[in-house]
C-alpha cells in the first residue's frame, strides 16, 4: 500500500493552471491585507489618536466622552452603510465559510469588499470584533475570481478560495504557518498532501506580500520563555475541562446572536444603542474596545489582578455578543483568544494560591490555545496559532496539549459546533443568513 496521502490530487486536480491560480490568489490577498489594516489604522487613529503600540492604552489616554462618541459613531456609520450592503447587494454572497461547505466556493467581489472595509472601519472605531474576518473574506474572494479567469473546475475553486481564506489570516497576524494549518483543519478539512501545499504556499506568498507594509515580528512581543513544571501539568487537566464547558457557552451564545440578530432597519438603533452599552462599560474597561489583542497580551506577560481577570473574561464575550446581536459584520477569533487568556490567567492565580510557583503569564498561553482550539473545534490550529502568535510556547508544549485535547473533546461531546458552524445560516430556508462575520 502506498501512503494515503500522495497517491492522487483528489477532488481538486493540482494542475500548472492551478498552480498559477494559488501564486496570484497570495499576491492578492497579501496586498488586501495591508489595505485593509492600513484603512483600520487610519480609523483607530481617527478614534483615538493611536499610532503605534498599546491601542488600549490609546483608548485609555483619550476622555470618557470621545471614547463612547467614538464607538457610537462606529455604530451609526456601520448601521448605514450595512444597511445599504443588505439591501441592495442582498443576492451577492460574501460568507466564505458557507461558499466552501456548503457552495462551490463562489463569493462575490463588490460585496465582500464592501462589507470587509466597513468592519474594519467600525473595528477601528472601537467595535468588540475580530479584524480577521474581513483579510479572509478577501483572500476566498480573491481566489474565487481569479479562479475564473483560468476556468477551473468547482473543485478547484473550493480549495482555492479555502486557500485564500487562510492565507487572509496568515497575512495579518504574521502566521503563515498557522494559516495553512487553518485552511487544512478549519476550512478545507483534509490534511492531504494536495491540500497542504496549496494552502503553504498561498500562506507563504500571502505573508511575504503583506511584509511590504505589514511588521514581520510575533503579534505578541516580548513574552518569557516560560517552563514547564509539575504543577502547570496538573493545572491542564483541571482547566481544560473548565474551559471546554465555557467553550461550549460562548459558541451557542455566538451562534445564538447570529441567527437572532437584528435585521433590516433595526439596525439603525439596535446597532448605536449596543456600542453606547459597551462604549459606557468601556469607561471602567477599555481593554472592551476593539479586538482584545491588548487584553491578550498583558496576560500572557503575568499582568493584571484576579479581580480585573475575572471581569475581562466575562465581559469581553459579551461585548462582542452584543455587536454581532445589533448586526455588525467582523470576526471572533482574537475575542475568544483574549478570553481564554484572561480565563487562563484568571484561573491561574487562584490556583498558585494552592500551589505556587509558576508564572501566571504561563497559565495565559494555555488559556487561549485550549479556548481557540476548542471554540473552532481545531486544536492544531489553535496550538499552532498561539506558539506562532507570541514566538513562544515550546517549553509548556504538553500542557498545552492536554488543556487543548480536553477542551476540545468536551466541545465536540456536549455540542459540535465551532464559533465558524454556529454562525452559518441554516439551509432549511427557515432563516436568512446571518451573515455576521464579514465572510
Not at 169 to 186: D, K
Not at 322 to 328: D, Q, S, V
Amino acid at each position: 500500500m502506498e501512503q494515503p496521502n500522495v497517491t492522487h490530487d483528489g477532488e481538486a486536480r493540482l494542475t500548472p493552471q492551478f498552480w498559477v491560480a494559488v501564486a496570484l490568489t497570495g499576491v492578492a490577498t497579501g496586498l488586501f491585507g495591508d489595505l485593509l489594516m492600513w484603512v483600520l489604522q487610519q480609523f483607530e487613529h481617527l478614534g483615538f489618536r493611536y499610532n503605534s503600540g498599546s491601542y488600549q492604552n490609546a483608548v485609555a489616554a483619550v476622555s470618557k466622552v470621545r471614547r463612547v462618541v467614538s464607538l457610537v459613531s462606529a455604530g451609526v456609520i456601520g448601521a448605514l452603510v450595512w444597511y445599504l450592503i443588505r439591501r441592495y447587494l442582498k443576492h451577492e454572497k460574501s460568507e466564505i465559510d458557507d461558499a466552501i461547505w456548503n457552495g462551490d466556493g463562489e463569493l462575490a467581489p463588490r460585496r465582500s469588499l464592501a462589507t470587509s472595509l466597513i468592519s474594519e472601519v467600525v473595528i477601528g472605531l472601537g467595535a468588540s470584533l475580530g479584524r480577521e474576518a474581513a483579510p479572509k473574506l478577501m483572500g476566498g474572494a480573491s481566489g474565487s475570481v481569479i479562479s475564473h479567469w483560468f476556468h477551473l473546475s468547482p473543485q478547484q475553486k473550493r480549495l482555492l478560495v479555502a486557500c485564500g481564506g487562510g492565507a487572509g489570516l496568515a497575512a495579518v497576524y504574521n502566521v503563515p504557518l498557522g494559516g495553512a494549518i487553518f485552511t487544512a483543519e478549519v476550512l478545507y478539512g483534509s490534511f492531504a498532501l494536495p491540500v497542504a501545499l496549496p494552502a503553504l504556499a498561498t500562506s507563504l506568498i500571502a505573508t511575504s506580500v503583506a511584509w511590504i507594509y505589514l511588521p514581520s515580528g510575533a503579534t505578541y512581543t516580548d513574552i518569557p520563555d516560560y517552563r514547564f513544571s509539575f504543577s502547570l501539568m496538573v493545572w491542564s487537566l483541571v482547566a481544560g475541562s473548565l474551559i471546554g464547558l465555557l467553550a461550549v457557552f460562548y459558541v451557542r451564545l455566538i451562534g445564538w446572536v447570529s441567527h437572532h440578530r437584528a435585521r433590516g432597519a433595526q439596525i439603525f438603533w439596535t446597532m448605536p444603542l449596543a456600542f453606547l452599552i459597551v462604549g459606557v462599560a468601556g469607561i471602567w474597561y477599555p481593554q472592551l474596545f476593539g479586538n482584545g489583542k491588548d487584553m491578550a497580551h498583558e496576560a500572557f506577560l503575568g499582568v493584571g489582578g484576579i479581580g480585573l481577570l475575572l471581569a475581562l473574561f466575562i465581559l469581553k464575550p459579551f461585548a462582542t455578543a452584543l455587536t454581532i446581536g445589533a448586526g455588525a459584520s467582523g470576526g471572533v477569533f482574537t475575542p475568544l483568544l483574549s478570553t481564554g487568556a484572561v480565563l487562563g490567567g484568571f484561573l491561574g492565580l487562584a490556583w498558585v494560591h494552592l500551589w505556587p510557583g509558576t508564572p501566571i503569564g504561563a497559565f495565559a498561553l494555555i488559556g487561549a490555545a485550549a479556548m481557540i482550539g476548542s471554540s473552532m473545534q481545531a486544536p492544531l490550529t489553535g496550538l499552532v496559532l498561539v506558539m506562532e502568535l507570541t514566538h513562544n510556547g515550546f517549553s509548556i508544549m504538553v500542557p498545552m496539549m492536554a488543556a487543548t485535547a480536553i477542551a476540545t473533546m468536551i466541545v465536540r461531546h456536549l455540542d459540535g459546533y465551532s464559533i465558524y458552524s454556529a454562525r452559518l445560516p441554516r439551509h432549511d430556508g427557515s432563516a436568512e443568513s446571518p451573515e455576521t462575520q464579514v465572510s
